[in-house]
């Protein structure tokens, strides 16, 4: 069985951190690139970063460039999602998901996703 499990998310004031987890089981790590999604109520799902299993490639989204950081222990099969500099409007539901290698250049597609988590929310008080 697939699961994508998400955790580390909660309430962190304005310029603080968190540190979200992926934890993957039920398919062979090294074929997927794992990334990061956020949505935000009303708002559509926005591809946050990625990051190949692979060669470690790394992919963010303009809007957390330099505050985001995205890596991989593939030993125990999880990526992790730092986040610094935290603002109000980084609130959102956080989902992890599993890219097929080949389809790198879609990161930023929600569609092209093979495997979602649940979720974790992240909400920045100002």
């Known amino acids: 069985e697939v699961q994508l499990v998400e955790s580390g998310g909660g309430l962190v004031q304005t310029g603080g951190s968190l540190r979200l987890s992926c934890a993957a089981s039920?398919?062979?790590?090294?074929?997927?690139?794992i990334g990061w999604f956020r949505q935000a109520p009303g708002k559509e799902r926005e591809g946050v970063s990625c990051i190949s299993s692979s060669d470690g490639s790394t992919y963010y989204a303009d809007s957390v460039k330099g505050r985001f950081t995205i890596s991989s222990d593939n030993a125990k099969r999880t990526v992790y999602l730092q986040m610094n500099s935290l603002k109000p409007e980084d609130t959102a539901v956080y989902y992890c998901a599993a890219l097929r290698s080949g389809r790198l250049r879609r990161w930023n597609r929600s569609s092209y996703y093979s495997y979602w988590g649940q979720g974790t929310q992240v909400t920045v008080s100002s």
């Open positions: 039920g398919f062979t790590f090294d074929d997927y690139a």
